[in-house]
């Protein structure tokens, strides 16, 4: 079978609702070319969500963030409180909070990709020519998609894989691992929309004269 006819027979297995037609699908080199594409069509769906829902395109990934966060300080309060003063522990204290942790991380690099805090070397790039400047923006949207691209592919592969095993996180009886595996896809995928929202505007600042490069702000708005 063609990685083409590879990547087309992912789309029925997803539908089929079977986390083993999908575990079977998604370990094809079809999956590389199908999570390609998906990458940029989820990405400017994203972007046009932020785009037209500014409410969420300011709140989101950070509302998302700081729940996990304050989920975790509670469930790690609640932790000590119950095992000094009760004398007993819930088994999923220590077991919960990492997996919490993964999602408010991974949202929350979504974000700080909007603000663009990660690395943006805007002091140096500032002295270069508009062209320099869009050229190595550019780069970076280049750079940022692929690594979506490859963590959607990977992250979508152990999802199903945990699924399709019924992985219960450690210490719970009623609570599936993939339900937090299922949530990195789903901040790249707005990752994704992030890239491509800054690269257009960058495009249109260079096409109107706009200064290019700005002074990146971490913990606020551009």
């Known amino acids: 079978m063609s990685i083409l006819a590879e990547a087309v027979a992912i789309v029925p297995a997803i539908f089929s609702g ?24 989820v990405g400017y769906l994203a972007h046009l969500f932020y785009r037209f ?12 963030s700081v729940t996990m966060y304050l989920i975790i ?12 003063v009760f004398s007993n522990q819930w088994s999923g204290s220590t077991t919960v909070p990492p997996f919490l942790f ?32 869009m ?7 280049a750079l940022w998609l692929g ?18 095993n019924f992985q219960l ?10 339900w937090f595996y299922i949530t990195v896809p789903i901040a790249f995928s ?8 800054n690269w257009l505007e960058d495009w249109g600042n260079y096409r109107s004269g706009e200064p290019i490069i700005k002074q990146a702000v971490i913990g606020g708005d551009v």
């Open 190 to 197: 707005l990752m994704s929309g992030r890239v491509i929202g």
């Open 53 to 64: 829902v500014p409410f969420l395109e300011r709140h989101l990934e950070r509302g998302i």
């Open 147 to 164: 690594f979506c691209w490859i963590a959607i592919t990977t992250s979508l592969r152990f999802t199903v894989l945990s699924a399709d």
């Open 73 to 84: 300080a509670a469930i790690i309060c609640w932790g000590v409180i119950d095992r000094f």
């Open 135 to 141: 050229a190595t923006l550019t780069i970076d949207a």
């Open 169 to 178: 996180v450690d210490g719970v009886d009623d609570v599936m691992k993939w």
């Open 18 to 41: 079977s986390s083993w037609d999908m575990r079977q699908a998604f370990d094809t080199d079809g999956m590389w070319l199908f999570c390609f594409v998906a990458t940029f069509v």
């Open 102 to 133: 993964m999602v408010m991380a991974w949202f929350a690099c979504s974000y700080n990709v909007k603000l663009r805090t990660h690395l943006s070397f805007s002091e140096f790039r500032s002295k270069m020519p508009p062209a320099g400047q």
